[in-house]
């Protein structure tokens, strides 16, 4: 039976470019669920004068063809400026890759995803998003689906622990139903404060849990 990855993505399996975590990143984002079985955190560092993409690396959580694409959307990524950076694509990052199987292209997907949206985050810390939509319950709760909760490995809002959501003025307030003492209560709320305090028209953040 013929193997079904190609020689370029074992090569970057076996030997991953960029893997770490940057330290004060400009940008970061984590994509995918462990219940899904793959996840990737890309990390950017951004030259301010440039625009530039100084610095990416990644974390893979997943299969080799989960590696292998988080390492070649870092190599694609590197030294673009943020504009081309966005315009990498799933299928730029399957061909240099020497393609994959059909079953794993949603590994390209998820690693092109996460780019994208560390740069995302990188824009909207430092007030650069141009299209600038309101802030809504619905625009709140699709940034908690990327909240992962450990314990299940699924989203807060799949895993139904949104109990409510509101916005008003610029003043947003979510409420976790999990009890503040909960194990993973800190690393929750700190990942809803970066998912949701740099939108741009949010004033005030408060994360609260039931207990």
């Given amino acids: 039976m013929k193997f079904p990855y190609s020689e370029k993505v074992l090569e970057h399996f076996r030997h991953p470019r960029n893997v770490g975590k940057i330290k004060n990143p400009d940008g970061k984002a984590v994509e995918g669920s462990p219940a899904c079985g793959d996840m990737v955190a890309v990390y950017i560092k951004v030259d301010p004068r440039t625009k530039r993409i100084a610095d990416v690396k990644f974390e893979s959580y997943g299969c080799a063809s989960n590696i292998a694409t988080g390492s070649i959307i870092t190599e694609l990524a590197k030294g673009k400026t943020i504009d081309e950076a ?7 990052a399957s061909k240099a890759l020497g393609g994959l199987p059909p079953i794993k292209v949603h590994c ?3 690693a092109v995803e996460g780019l ?3 740069i995302q985050n990188y824009e909207e810390r430092h007030g650069l998003v141009k299209d600038r939509k309101p802030t809504t319950v619905e625009v709140v709760r699709k940034r908690l689906r990327k909240v992962i909760n450990p314990v299940s490995g699924l989203s807060l809002v799949r895993a ?3 109990k409510d959501i509101n916005v008003k003025d610029g003043n947003v307030r979510v409420v976790i139903d999990l009890p503040a003492n ?5 690393a929750i709320k700190e990942e809803i404060v970066e998912k949701i305090k740099h939108l ?4 005030k953040l408060e994360v609260e849990f039931t207990e």
């Fill in 116 to 118: 994208r949206s560390a």
């Fill in 160 to 162: 139904n622990l949104v």
């Fill in 108 to 110: 390209s997907v998820l």
């Fill in 86 to 92: 966005k315009k990498v694509s799933w299928k730029q």
């Fill in 182 to 186: 909960h194990q993973f209560a800190s």
């Fill in 200 to 203: 741009w028209d949010v004033k």
